[in-house]
T-cell receptor, first 111, second 110 residues
Framework: NAGVTQTPKFRILKIGQSMTLQCTQD?????MYWYRQDPGMGLKLIYYSVGAGITDKGEVPNGYNVSRSTTEDFPLRLELAAPSQTSVYFC??????????FGQGTRLTVV | GEDVEQSLFLSVREGDSSVINCTYTDSSSTYLYWYKQEPGAGLQLLTYIFSNMDMKQDQRLTVLLNKKDKHLSLRIADTQTGDSAIYFC??????????FGAGTRLTVKP
């Protein structure tokens, strides 16, 4: 059972470039989340989805977009990368028992 | 305040008990969680407690919840070097989200 898989693990972007962070889960969870983790800070919610076709903004959505066309996939898109988006990004899914499963994270640097 | 608060660092000797404290914000939170993050890895659920409980024990882990003070603690008995990690406290929010603390870095010295 793979759980939550994120790709890539690392990426360096130039200011203004775009990229998509991929997230896939094979546990048939409805709830999926994208968080960012900045040094010395807790996780901040970017976007979340309660099921295929449904997405909603979290605490820090500016500069990001998401889609949820299937239960398994929840990609996060950065359209115009900015240095403030340098962070570690985590995707998570939650089962009905409210336990969250996290991916390994994507370390993004914008230069 | 709006933040889940934890101290940032804790250092203990191997074999001692560790106690990590957390103050959360929302008295209506249904679940409170402890997650463990090892270097270069994602967060891993360690344990959680339902808000109508005061205590939960799971092997070396004991979670205490004081709803009146919105205080959550995690006690690790007989702390080992493999317990060195960052521990995050989190509360459930609006049934759709979790609010995380900044994490406590636990260092276990031999």
């Amino acid at each position: 059972n793979a759980g939550v898989t994120q790709t890539p693990k690392f990426r360096i972007l130039k200011i203004g470039q775009s990229m998509t962070l991929q997230c896939t889960q094979d546990m048939n969870h409805n709830y999926m989340y994208w968080y960012r983790q900045d040094p010395g800070m807790g996780l901040k919610l970017i976007y979340y989805s309660v099921g295929a076709g449904i997405t909603d903004k979290g605490e820090v959505p500016n500069g990001y977009n998401v889609s949820r066309s299937t239960t398994e996939d929840f990609p996060l898109r950065l359209e115009l990368a900015a240095p403030s988006q340098t962070s570690v990004y985590f995707c998570a899914s939650i089962n009905t028992g409210r336990a969250a499963f996290f991916g390994q994270g994507t370390r993004l640097t914008v230069v | 305040g709006e933040d889940v608060e934890q101290s940032l660092f804790l250092s203990v000797r191997e074999g001692d008990s560790s106690v990590i404290n957390c103050t959360y914000t929302d008295s209506s939170s249904t679940y409170l969680y402890w997650y463990k993050q090892e270097p270069g890895a994602g967060l891993q659920l360690l344990t959680y407690i339902f808000s109508n409980m005061d205590m939960k024990q799971d092997q070396r882990l004991t979670v205490l919840l004081n709803k009146k003070d919105k205080h959550l603690s995690l006690r690790i008995a007989d702390t080992q070097t493999g317990d060195s990690a960052i521990y995050f406290c989190a509360e459930s929010v609006n049934n759709n989200d979790m609010r995380f603390g900044a994490g406590t870095r636990l260092t276990v010295k031999p």
